[in-house]
């Protein structure tokens, strides 16, 4: 069974997040306790739809849930009814429900821990939820064959039933102990600022949802590469992967994390859909909508984590605009991903359910990571004499043949930058050649990544003149430079030195100031 609210896009646009959560909340709490006392376990929460089943873990009674299944499906629209009437007293709304229940076999699989449910029963269940009238339930014929004369349909279109009324009682039992209250829920939440990310893939021919053994590649590779760039993978669904950046522990570059993360699931699909082309399977399409905003997250209803709010469905509406291969930003995930993030502007997408348009933009690529790019500050650098001396006699002493290396340690914002800035700055006015190194804020095995080979983008600031090797120069003016020798072109093993344009034979020495090293 799905069972998704009709309109929530827009009542997310009315109500802010710890309202709507407050409301999901009441709401998810009536259907679970519904669910669970007719057997039904629900598998997952994404947004304000629900995936629940009935009969995967009770005995085979020749029925396969159906039966139990209608009878929750028609008790939650009564209780959404009651429902209604005190959600309209205190925030002026109203909850429409729409429905689908199929019935058919169903493939349980675990990708890194979770139990995923595929397969057909499934898909089919969504496509007719999304066919079903406002408060409504249509089922499936196989469905309403289960369910036997206990339950009254009508046609609802080619292999649909719309549930009419079920004619024996409903016999609702509440789960015991309850689920969790909207108070208690909400006690533990915490409203922030996080990124989304929605994939979805469907197979190259059409035919739908991936298979199991396809499925279960699909969502371990996920999972890995989100959980590796800091993501938490909050649901699955369907063939769907839902994953938060900046949900259990926030981070100033949680938009670019998703980005790459979107990016590297896209790139990396190419290795999924070679090897199920060698197996005979189609191969698989991806789409997937990032997008950054506020909302309200916390232990929801009964097991599940309720992560809701506006941002959550525009990244949803973004990953089901997006054409197959595309990945698909919202405007402020790409401003807080930065310049690294090379993006096409889009007209603005009219999605379901929103009154205003959807401003959003195609992901082209992501250049590399670099150094960032700081001006030097108007005003003079104040109170650092010390440091800088200790810096300049470093680079005294490097520059007489023996390197220095020097660590600039301190509390975030005490000045550290602009201190590295200044005493480049310095450094390339008396001659020195500054290359800038880079290492990501997360990864792994990336802590010596930039001085294992040469940077990615070198930037040379100042390089010294070149010469004949057979006339010296002086490679640069300043106190702590003299002139280099000439550089013997007959001699063998000697690197170019710095008034050297070409090499000479061999590698294993070089020339330094005053002599050969």
């Excluded at 999924?272 to 232990?299: D, I, K, Y």
């Excluded at 200044?422 to 997360?442: I, K, N, W, Y």
Aim: glycine residues 12%; proline residues 6%; positive net charge.
């Amino acid at each position: 069974m799905v069972s998704d609210l009709e309109g929530s896009t827009a009542l997310a646009e009315r109500l802010d997040p710890e309202s709507l959560r407050e409301v999901l909340h009441r709401y998810f709490d009536e259907v679970r306790a519904v669910f669970e006392a007719h057997g039904g376990r629900i598998e997952k929460v994404v947004g304000d739809a629900v995936v629940a089943v009935f009969g995967l873990d009770a005995p085979d009674d020749g029925t396969d849930g159906a039966l139990p299944a209608v009878r929750a499906a028609a008790e939650t629209l009564a209780a959404v009814g009651t429902l209604n009437d005190r959600l309209e007293a205190r925030w002026g709304v109203r909850l429409v429900t729409r429905t689908g229940i199929a019935t058919g076999d169903l493939e349980v699989a675990d990708a890194a821990g979770d139990r995923v449910i595929s397969g057909a029963a499934a898909d089919t269940a969504g496509l007719l939820e999304r066919s079903a009238p406002g408060l409504g339930v249509v089922m499936a014929d196989a469905t309403a064959a289960g369910a036997g004369p206990a339950v009254r349909t009508a046609p609802a279109g080619p292999g649909a039933r719309l549930l009419v009324e079920v004619t024996e009682p409903l016999e609702a039992r509440r789960a015991a102990g309850g689920a969790a209250t909207a108070g208690d829920a909400a006690a533990r939440e915490t409203r922030r600022t996080v990124t989304i990310v929605f994939a979805d893939v469907t197979t190259a021919d059409g035919a739908g949802a991936p298979d199991r053994d396809a499925a279960t590649r699909w969502f371990t590779g996920a999972r890995a590469v989100l959980e590796r760039h800091g993501g938490t993978v909050e649901r699955y669904i369907g063939d769907a992967v839902m994953a938060v950046f900046g949900l259990e522990r926030r981070r100033e570059d949680d938009a670019l994390r998703a980005v790459l993360a979107a990016a590297e699931i896209r790139d990396a699909l190419a290795g999924v859909n070679a090897g199920l082309v060698a197996s005979g399977s189609p191969p698989l399409r991806l789409r997937v909508g990032v997008n950054t905003g506020n909302l309200v997250a916390g232990s929801g209803a009964g097991r599940e984590r309720l992560v809701t709010g506006d941002a959550v469905n525009v990244a949803a509406r973004l990953q089901q605009a997006a054409a197959p291969g595309e990945v698909l930003l919202g405007s402020v995930t790409a401003a807080l991903a930065g310049d690294r993030v090379r993006a096409d502007a889009l007209e603005p997408l009219t999605v379901r359910g929103r009154a205003e348009p959807v401003t959003a933009l195609r992901l082209v690529g992501v250049g590399p990571a670099r150094a960032r790019a700081r001006a030097r500050a108007a005003t003079p650098l104040a109170g650092r004499e010390a440091e800088l001396a200790r810096l300049q006699a470093a680079l005294e002493v490097a520059a007489a043949g023996r390197p220095r290396l020097v660590v600039l340690a301190g509390d975030p914002g005490v000045g550290k930058s602009r201190l590295a800035g200044e005493f480049s700055a310095r450094a390339t006015a008396e001659g020195a050649l500054v290359l800038h190194g880079h290492c990501p804020a997360h990864g792994e095995g990336i802590t010596f990544r930039p001085i294992v080979g040469p940077p990615a983008s070198p930037r040379v600031t100042d390089r010294p003149p070149r010469a004949s090797c057979s006339t010296p120069s002086r490679a640069a003016t300043g106190p702590w430079r003299t002139a280099w020798p000439p550089c013997p072109g007959t001699r063998r093993s000697c690197t170019p030195c710095p008034s050297c344009s070409g090499r000479c034979a061999g590698s294993s020495r070089g020339w330094r100031r005053g002599g050969r090293w």
